[in-house]
């Protein structure tokens, strides 16, 4: 273990701190797998004693924190990220040590923030490491990503660099390729030739919330496929590498982020009642939906299609890669199902006899629950990838080469989007439209 690690969360009073960050801090340093000694100042904008921000955590959470101590490592710090003169009082902190500093901000933020860090020699890891998280999404397009990077390249060593997509934390995102590599029967059957189709869904049932304000200026397309889709398009369709490094890792998924091929077949929504959201432009056009067809454009996997498909304020909540066996008689396709979320686990659909005395055939499931193996308080997708920053392990991380390609795909896919139908929330209208365009060939 590290022994001294301490963080700075710039963009403590958002609801990423609040919802996601905090509470990961927090269960890592319960479970003892934080450092010996470490603090976290916590960075936000308003005038508030620690007593004030602590006030807007959740209940439970707010009453852990007491048990355990935890607040007695907590420093709220009010500055402007954009005024240079706030980042020296920084100075008072940044003790001869390890430090991690998380940008939970809009990415408009990570050069300002970065240069004035440099600025002050904040950055310089003589006296220990000195690394940086920069929350996702990483630009809000090719060209914008591109200069961020450059500039950040500048400053930084890439290993000093974090890009975080928090969904290369999750468990069963990590379980794609390990059940790839380990499983001789799967990854042997893993091509054009045995699969027909792949369905990736991430499917939420609440809307924009408080985040409105952000969300207007992404839309599901930079909000969930630029990253976390397109990722789990790359783990799936990647070739597998002798060993599971990470270098080989982000090389074999960015050669296929250089191969994906959007098909014109685009579905665009938006839910009823976005506009009346508080933070949403009147006539805004952006979208909470979005389903799609996208290629990989190698011999492996010529003509299958990967359907993408996300959105908010849909029926249910739920993320999970369905992928579609070839069917070879009447009966029904091979499944296999890797639950993501909120389940977490494998199900495979095979076909076999009816008990009795016919010989008729049963579509049945073998279920595998990933979660109901965990034991204790597992560190959430957040904990896992902190304690990872603090390893200096990149394994999970994103490279530059796998955004700049996404980055690119997307920019593309911007220029092909239709307007937005408007859908009712909490419904399911767009399986109709999506049956009509060839998804879900055997239902
Ligand atoms: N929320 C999530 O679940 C989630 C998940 C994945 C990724 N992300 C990404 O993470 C980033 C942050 O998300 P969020 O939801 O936490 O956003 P948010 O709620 O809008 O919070 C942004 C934070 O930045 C602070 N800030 C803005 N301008 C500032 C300035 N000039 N000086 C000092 N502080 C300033 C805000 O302070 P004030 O409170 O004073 O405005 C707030 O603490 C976004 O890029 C988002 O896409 C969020």
Redesign the pocket.
């Given at each position: 273990m590290v022994k001294k690690c301490q963080f700075m969360i710039?963009?403590?009073?958002?609801?990423?701190?609040y919802?996601?960050l905090l509470p990961a801090i927090f269960s890592l340093y319960k479970e003892g797998e934080l450092c010996d000694k470490f603090k976290l100042i916590l960075?936000?904008?308003?005038s508030l004693t620690l007593e004030d921000y602590l006030k807007d955590l959740d209940v439970e959470v707010t009453k852990q924190l007491a048990f355990h101590n935890f607040k007695d490592h907590l420093t709220y710090h009010q500055?402007?990220?954009?005024k240079q003169e706030d980042y020296e009082a920084l100075n008072h902190y940044l003790s001869k040590e390890n430090w991690v500093f998380y940008l939970?901000?809009?990415?408009r933020?990570f050069e300002v923030i970065s240069s004035h860090l440099d600025h002050y020699g904040y950055l310089d890891e003589s006296a220990g490491f000195r690394r940086i998280v920069f929350?996702?999404?990483f630009g809000i397009n090719f060209s914008d990503a591109k200069k961020i990077n450059k500039h950040i390249s500048k400053i930084l060593d890439e290993s000093q660099i974090f890009r975080i997509d928090?969904y290369l934390g999750k468990e069963m995102i990590q379980n794609i390729l390990l059940t790839r590599a380990y499983n001789s029967f799967i990854e042997m059957l893993w091509h054009k030739d045995a699969i027909d189709y792949f369905e990736i869904v991430i499917s939420e049932e609440s809307g924009v919330h408080n985040?409105a304000?952000?969300y207007d200026g992404?839309g599901a397309l930079k909000?969930m496929v630029q990253n976390h889709m397109f990722q789990i398009v790359a783990l799936l369709s990647m070739d597998l590498p002798e060993s599971l490094i990470p270098e080989v890792i982000q090389e074999e998924k960015s050669k296929i982020l250089k191969q994906i091929k959007v098909m014109h077949n685009l579905v665009v929504g938006q839910y009823q009642g976005y506009l009346d959201e508080k933070g949403v432009k009147a006539d805004s056009e952006t979208e909470t939906f979005v389903a799609m067809e996208v290629h990989v454009d190698n011999r492996r996997w010529k003509d299958t299609p990967f359907y993408l498909k996300t959105g908010k304020a849909l029926k249910d909540k739920y993320a999970q890669v369905v992928v579609h066996f070839k069917k070879m008689s009447s009966v029904s396709e091979n499944l296999l199902i890797i639950q993501i979320q909120p389940d977490e686990g494998i199900k495979l659909k095979i076909n076999s006899k009816k008990p009795g005395v016919s010989n008729e055939i049963d579509n049945v499931t073998m279920d595998y629950c990933h979660s109901c193996l965990k034991y204790g308080d597992e560190p959430s997708a957040y904990g896992r990838l902190l304690l990872d920053v603090i390893l200096g392990d990149k394994s999970l991380f994103a490279s530059w080469d796998e955004i700049e390609s996404s980055w690119h795909a997307i920019d593309k896919i911007e220029k092909i989007k239709p307007q937005p139908l408007i859908y009712e929330k909490h419904s399911d209208w767009h399986e109709n439209l999506l049956i009509k365009k060839g998804w879900y060939k055997y239902d």
């Amino acid at each position: 273990m590290v022994k001294k690690c301490q963080f700075m969360i710039f963009g403590a009073t958002g609801d990423l701190t609040y919802k996601k960050l905090l509470p990961a801090i927090f269960s890592l340093y319960k479970e003892g797998e934080l450092c010996d000694k470490f603090k976290l100042i916590l960075i936000g904008r308003r005038s508030l004693t620690l007593e004030d921000y602590l006030k807007d955590l959740d209940v439970e959470v707010t009453k852990q924190l007491a048990f355990h101590n935890f607040k007695d490592h907590l420093t709220y710090h009010q500055m402007d990220f954009s005024k240079q003169e706030d980042y020296e009082a920084l100075n008072h902190y940044l003790s001869k040590e390890n430090w991690v500093f998380y940008l939970a901000t809009a990415p408009r933020f990570f050069e300002v923030i970065s240069s004035h860090l440099d600025h002050y020699g904040y950055l310089d890891e003589s006296a220990g490491f000195r690394r940086i998280v920069f929350e996702k999404p990483f630009g809000i397009n090719f060209s914008d990503a591109k200069k961020i990077n450059k500039h950040i390249s500048k400053i930084l060593d890439e290993s000093q660099i974090f890009r975080i997509d928090h969904y290369l934390g999750k468990e069963m995102i990590q379980n794609i390729l390990l059940t790839r590599a380990y499983n001789s029967f799967i990854e042997m059957l893993w091509h054009k030739d045995a699969i027909d189709y792949f369905e990736i869904v991430i499917s939420e049932e609440s809307g924009v919330h408080n985040r409105a304000g952000y969300y207007d200026g992404s839309g599901a397309l930079k909000d969930m496929v630029q990253n976390h889709m397109f990722q789990i398009v790359a783990l799936l369709s990647m070739d597998l590498p002798e060993s599971l490094i990470p270098e080989v890792i982000q090389e074999e998924k960015s050669k296929i982020l250089k191969q994906i091929k959007v098909m014109h077949n685009l579905v665009v929504g938006q839910y009823q009642g976005y506009l009346d959201e508080k933070g949403v432009k009147a006539d805004s056009e952006t979208e909470t939906f979005v389903a799609m067809e996208v290629h990989v454009d190698n011999r492996r996997w010529k003509d299958t299609p990967f359907y993408l498909k996300t959105g908010k304020a849909l029926k249910d909540k739920y993320a999970q890669v369905v992928v579609h066996f070839k069917k070879m008689s009447s009966v029904s396709e091979n499944l296999l199902i890797i639950q993501i979320q909120p389940d977490e686990g494998i199900k495979l659909k095979i076909n076999s006899k009816k008990p009795g005395v016919s010989n008729e055939i049963d579509n049945v499931t073998m279920d595998y629950c990933h979660s109901c193996l965990k034991y204790g308080d597992e560190p959430s997708a957040y904990g896992r990838l902190l304690l990872d920053v603090i390893l200096g392990d990149k394994s999970l991380f994103a490279s530059w080469d796998e955004i700049e390609s996404s980055w690119h795909a997307i920019d593309k896919i911007e220029k092909i989007k239709p307007q937005p139908l408007i859908y009712e929330k909490h419904s399911d209208w767009h399986e109709n439209l999506l049956i009509k365009k060839g998804w879900y060939k055997y239902d």
